[in-house]
């Protein structure tokens, strides 16, 4: 009895470490679409499709250089809905042959919105980025990356499936993706956040987090999406009987 319980607990709790894998692998890959992405380059004139000035919407993601828009335009309006996709034949597939029913169509219904919302960036104003020491903080500016669209389908998955750490790792993206794009500098920090660190003294005008290299895109979004992937790989070696 108590390997049959372990069993069906395996089986239950055993279907969410692909759809996390696969919505983590996406900020991952998208570290490809960035003209340095071991480095903080941001040039002046131009335009953010060629190493010029990086002006929102940030259709790679994070306020950097790309190295094409079209690029970046491509690899989300793409890539997103085919992890949707994989997402949706994955849960279908556990159904049919295991019984295990979820209400999957959430997170992917989610997901399926982010892309449509993506869709509204080509109608979003653009304009040059306000610094996180600048006294023109935008909030909305935040909201103008497609690493939202993934962040709050996992956050969904992680509610569908009862699992705080996925749950947590989803709002940890979108809280890493908001900050960074609203102060316009990857590895921005707000007023206060830089109050805090520096003891409570000074003046809270903003700054740059440099600590394990946040202040470039690759190592960014690796931490941004480390969390989940951490999650989908536990999941899996618990699924499989490796862990209890």
């Known amino acids: 009895m108590n390997k049959l319980k372990a069993r069906s607990r395996r089986l239950a709790d055993g279907g969410a470490w692909l759809p996390a894998l696969a919505?983590?692998?996406?900020?991952?890959?998208?570290?490809?679409?960035?003209?340095?992405?071991?480095?903080?380059?941001?040039?002046?004139?131009?335009?953010?499709?060629?190493?010029?000035?990086?002006?929102?919407?940030?259709?790679?993601?994070?306020?950097?250089?790309?190295?094409?828009?079209?690029?970046?335009?491509?690899?989300?309006?793409?890539?997103?809905?085919?992890?949707?996709?994989?997402?949706?034949?994955?849960?279908?597939?556990?159904?049919?042959?295991?019984?295990?029913?979820?209400?999957?169509?959430?997170?992917?219904?989610?997901?399926?919105?982010?892309?449509?919302?993506?869709?509204?960036?080509?109608?979003?104003?653009?304009?040059?980025?306000?610094?996180?020491?600048?006294?023109?903080?935008?909030?909305w500016q935040g909201l103008l990356t497609p690493l939202l669209s993934i962040a709050i389908a996992a956050i969904v998955l992680g509610l569908v499936e009862r699992s705080i750490a996925i749950t947590v790792s989803g709002a940890w993206m979108a809280t890493l993706a908001w900050q960074f794009c609203a102060t316009g500098q990857v590895g921005g920090l707000l007023g206060w956040q830089t109050w805090i660190l520096g003891g409570g003294s000074g003046p809270a005008l903003g700054g740059q987090l440099t600590l394990l290299g946040m202040d470039r895109p690759a190592p960014a979004l690796m931490m941004m999406a480390l969390p989940l992937a951490l999650s989908g790989l536990y999941r899996a070696a618990r699924s499989r009987g490796h862990l209890t």
Do not use: K, M
Request: glycine residues 10%; proline residues 8%.
């Open 23 to 139: 919505l983590a692998a996406l900020p991952l890959s998208s570290i490809v679409l960035y003209q340095h992405p071991f480095s903080s380059v941001i040039n002046s004139g131009g335009d953010a499709g060629g190493g010029g000035l990086v002006q929102f919407p940030y259709w790679a993601g994070l306020p950097e250089t790309q190295r094409a828009s079209l690029a970046s335009y491509a690899f989300w309006l793409v890539a997103a809905p085919l992890a949707f996709v994989l997402v949706a034949q994955w849960y279908r597939y556990r159904e049919h042959h295991h019984g295990i029913r979820v209400p999957w169509r959430v997170p992917i219904a989610a997901g399926t919105v982010g892309i449509f919302c993506l869709l509204a960036l080509f109608a979003a104003p653009t304009g040059e980025p306000a610094r996180a020491w600048a006294a023109s903080f935008s909030w």
